[in-house]
């Protein structure tokens, strides 16, 4: 196991547990304990957690990983969903996209669309979004208009937040809103793990006439800590062939339409 996939690994022990024991470590990986430890220490000089005698332990409640890490997590889920989320825009339609590994990979697809071009070489869709890695993708994309919300950077995931960023949004209106979320559930709907994000996106979704929601099957049936919006706000989830029909069924009675790609 290389390293970058190690510290995936355990990042993801850290965010399920709320720490690690050095030697179940190197157990569940299959590596060294001496290795375990040296990957606490360079994790812990980035701020990714705290050392602590015998392992480690997240740095409060609401752990979440930072984008970086976790674009190498079902990537190949994650890639499926976003060209089907991908398909569901218009030529000429304006888009909303917030911040994301999954929503990362729809800008990718929608980019890479040879339906989507415009006569005389102009934009054929719009993209509103707050993330500036998306808009940084985007920009170079000449039959992609790309509208960028103002407002402060949260360094985990790219997203802009805050008063700049709302009044963006407040101005505008959507076709189609499509959002990641980190969890969702049939009570609390679509629920982030930091609540300025979860701001902006329930505000996304309510400008919008059409909301989907892209979320791999290991967010399915969970809760985050902010609310984004109710289940009976998302008209489409689009998830992996991976989430069975027990896991969706509440969904689909719930009239939610589910795309399993």
């Known amino acids: ?47 990714m957690l705290t050392r602590t ?3 480690a332990v997240a740095h409060n409640l609401s752990y979440d990983l930072p984008l970086r890490y976790k674009t190498a997590r079902r990537a190949s889920e994650k890639q499926r969903i976003a060209a089907a989320a991908a398909r569901m825009a218009e030529p000429g339609s304006i888009v909303g996209l917030n911040g994301g590994t ?48 103002g407002g402060v ?14 009044g963006v949004l407040d101005q505008v209106s959507l076709d189609l809103a499509i959002l990641g979320v980190d969890a969702l559930d049939t009570v609390q709907g679509a629920t982030a793990h930091h609540e300025g994000e979860a701001s902006i996106n329930h505000l ?3 400008r919008a006439t059409r909301v989907v929601v892209v979320a ?20 489409v989830l689009i998830t992996d ?9 509440p969904y689909t009675e719930a009239g939610v339409r589910v795309i399993r790609a």
């Open 204 to 206: 996304m979704a309510g």
């Open 241 to 249: 062939t991976g989430a069975d029909e027990e896991l969706v069924a």
């Open 1 to 47: 196991m290389k390293r970058p996939e190690r510290w995936n690994a355990l990042l993801d022990l850290l965010a399920r547990d709320g720490r690690i024991d050095v030697e179940e470590a190197a157990a569940e990986l299959a590596v060294s304990a001496a290795t375990i430890r040296r990957d606490l220490d360079e994790l812990a000089q980035q701020q």
């Open 216 to 235: 791999d099957s290991s967010k399915l049936g969970r809760r985050a800590f902010a609310r984004i919006c109710a289940l009976d706000e998302i008209d």
């Open 102 to 149: 999954t929503t990362t990979e729809v800008a990718r697809a929608l980019s890479t669309r040879g339906d989507l071009s415009a006569p005389g070489g102009g934009p054929a869709v719009t993209v509103v979004t707050n993330a500036l890695n998306i808009a940084n993708e985007l920009a170079v994309r000449p039959q992609v208009k790309i509208v960028l919300t």
């Open 53 to 55: 005698r015998g392992g």
């Open 153 to 166: 950077a949260r360094p985990q995931s790219f997203e802009l937040m805050g008063p700049l960023a709302t």
